[in-house]
C-alpha cells in the first residue's frame, strides 16, 4: 500500500521560514511528478509547487521567489522550504505524488500537515 507522510508545519510568524517534508512508503516504480498543494478554510486546493523526477519545478504565482521545492529520488522524499511567510500562506498543505505501479499509475495525497502564519 503506497502512503504519503508529511511533517513540519507549525506555527511561524510573519517573514519567518519552515520547511515541510514528504516521504512515499509502499511499492511503486517511480513517482513522477511528487508537489505540494494547499487549501485555506473555505477555499479550494490549489497548486503550490511541484517537481518532476528530472527536477523540473512548476510554482504558483504567489509563491515564486518565496518557497523552493526539492527532493531526494533515492529516499522518494520531497521537501518544501518556505520563506518570507505570509498571513495569506496559512491552509493545510498537502504532499502529492503520482507513481507507476505494477498495473498502471495511481495519484496518492498525504493526510496534510498545517502552516499558520501569524504573529
Known amino acids: 500500500q503506497v502512503q504519503l507522510v508529511e511533517s513540519g508545519g507549525g506555527l511561524v510568524q510573519p517573514g519567518g521560514s519552515l520547511r515541510l517534508s514528504c516521504a512515499a512508503s509502499g511499492t511503486f516504480f517511480s513517482i513522477n511528478p511528487m508537489g505540494w498543494y494547499r487549501q485555506a478554510p473555505g477555499k479550494q486546493r490549489d497548486l503550490v509547487a511541484t517537481?518532476?523526477?528530472?527536477?523540473?519545478?512548476n510554482y504558483a504565482d504567489s509563491v515564486k521567489g518565496r518557497f523552493t521545492i526539492s527532493r531526494d529520488n533515492a529516499k522518494n522524499m520531497v521537501y518544501l522550504e518556505m520563506n518570507s511567510l505570509k498571513p495569506d500562506d496559512t491552509a493545510a498543505y498537502y504532499c502529492?505524488?503520482?507513481?507507476?505501479?505494477?498495473?498502471?499509475?495511481?495519484?496518492?495525497w498525504g493526510q496534510g500537515t498545517l502552516v499558520t502564519v501569524s504573529s
Open positions: 502529492y505524488a503520482r507513481l507507476a505501479v505494477a498495473w498502471g499509475t495511481i495519484e496518492r
Open positions: 517537481i518532476t523526477s528530472g527536477g523540473n519545478t
